[in-house]
Nanobody
């Protein structure tokens, strides 16, 4: 069984930065990814990494402001967010899926494991 533990959320002012962490434990994974869900909206892809080759993917809304990195020893993936905007507010979820061939990284139904989420609020 895979466990995902998110941390690093909080309340910040517009323009500030936050770093989210997702610590993964368990079996071999294909990808670890961040999704977010704002109040009243559908869950959306933010960015992710395929664990075997380290290829990183971003949603258009994240490009240029968010950076994904990983620590292979700690089995942890990070989401560094800069220039935060009020529309970045939401619950950020870490998700992972099992290794076993290509799976589209931005589709939430392709993920087998989910963390409990961490709240990010951007407000002045």
């Amino acid at each position: 069984q895979v466990q995902l533990v998110e941390s690093g959320g909080g309340t910040v002012q517009p323009g500030a930065s936050l770093r989210l962490s997702c610590a993964a434990s368990g079996r071999r994974l294909y990808a670890i990814t961040w999704f977010r869900q704002a109040p009243g909206k559908e869950r959306e892809f933010v960015g992710g990494i395929t664990w075997s080759d380290g290829h990183i993917y971003y949603a258009d809304t994240a490009k240029g402001r968010f950076t994904i990195s990983r620590d292979n020893i700690k089995n942890t993936m990070y989401l560094q967010m800069t220039g935060l905007k009020p529309e970045d507010t939401g619950i950020y979820y870490c998700a992972a899926n099992r290794a076993g061939g290509y799976r589209p990284i931005s589709v939430d139904t392709e993920y087998d494991y989910w963390g409990l989420g961490t709240q990010v609020t951007v407000s002045s």
